[in-house]
T-cell receptor, first 110, second 115 residues
C-alpha cells in the first residue's frame, strides 16, 4: 500500500477565500479519498474519486484527479472558520488498508 | 446516534501497566480497524478485522493484542506499556461488499499518555 503525500503541510487563509490542497502518490489506484480531521476528533470522510473520474463536486468541495501525474487536489471554495481542520488524502489500491499521510493543516482566519 | 464509539476518551497510565481500549460500531459494518496517530499526525493502521477474523496485522509489537468478540466490537489490549505508546488511537469501520466499502468511519479517538 502507498501513502498519499499532502502539500502544503500548513495553509492559512482569510475567510471567504478558496483553499487548495494537493496530494501526490506513487502507484496505480482504484480510488482516492479525502478526509477531514477537526482538532481532537476522528477523521471524517469527505469525498471519494474513482480512478476513471477526473473531477468530483460535493457542496463547496471540488476534487480533481490526474492519474497520469498521480496527483489529486482538494479545493474548498468560499472558506469558513468551520473549515479549519487537517485534511488527509488516502490513495486506495483496492485492499482494505488506507494509508494516510501527515495531512495539510488548514487555518481559516476570520 | 454515535456510529463508532471508543472508551475511554483519555487514558493516563504508568509505564509497564496493561490497559485496554474498547471500540463499538452500530453501523452494521463487518470490518473494523485500529489506527495509531503519533504526535506528528501520521495516522498508521495497526490491525483490521473482518467478521471477527484478523485480516491486516501491520508491524506492531506483540504487546498489542486486538480482540473481536463479535463483528460490532474490536478491542485493543496493550501489555507492558512503554513511553513510545503515547499517541491517539482511532478505531474505524467499513462495510465489505458495499459500494461504499472503501469509506471508513472513524471513532473520536482515545488519547493515551504513558508516564
Amino acid at each position: 500500500s502507498q501513502q498519499g503525500e499532502e502539500d502544503p503541510q500548513a495553509l492559512s487563509i482569510q475567510e471567504g477565500e478558496n483553499a487548495t490542497m494537493n496530494c501526490s502518490y506513487k502507484t496505480s489506484i482504484n480510488n482516492l479519498q479525502w478526509y477531514r480531521q477537526n482538532s481532537g476528533r476522528g477523521l471524517v470522510h469527505l469525498i471519494l474519486i474513482r480512478s476513471n473520474e477526473r473531477e468530483k463536486h460535493s457542496g463547496r468541495l471540488r476534487v480533481t484527479l490526474d492519474t497520469s501525474k498521480k496527483s489529486s487536489s482538494l479545493l474548498i471554495t468560499a472558506s469558513r472558520a468551520a473549515d479549519t481542520a487537517s485534511y488527509f488524502c488516502a490513495p486506495h489500491e483496492g485492499a482494505q488498508k488506507l494509508v494516510f499521510g501527515q495531512g495539510t493543516r488548514l487555518t481559516i482566519n476570520p | 446516534d454515535t456510529a463508532v464509539s471508543q472508551t475511554p476518551k483519555y487514558l493516563v497510565t504508568q509505564m509497564g501497566n496493561d490497559k485496554s481500549i474498547k471500540c463499538e460500531q452500530n453501523l452494521g459494518h463487518d470490518t473494523m480497524y485500529w489506527y495509531k496517530q503519533d504526535s506528528k499526525k501520521f495516522l498508521k493502521i495497526m490491525f483490521s478485522y473482518n467478521n471477527k477474523e484478523l485480516i491486516i496485522n501491520e508491524t506492531v509489537p506483540n504487546r498489542f493484542s486486538p480482540k473481536s468478540p463479535d463483528k460490532a466490537h474490536l478491542n485493543l489490549h496493550i501489555n507492558s506499556l512503554e513511553l513510545g505508546d503515547s499517541a491517539v488511537y482511532f478505531c474505524a469501520s467499513s462495510q465489505e461488499g458495499s459500494v461504499f466499502r472503501e469509506t471508513q468511519y472513524f471513532g473520536p479517538g482515545t488519547r493515551l499518555l504513558v508516564l
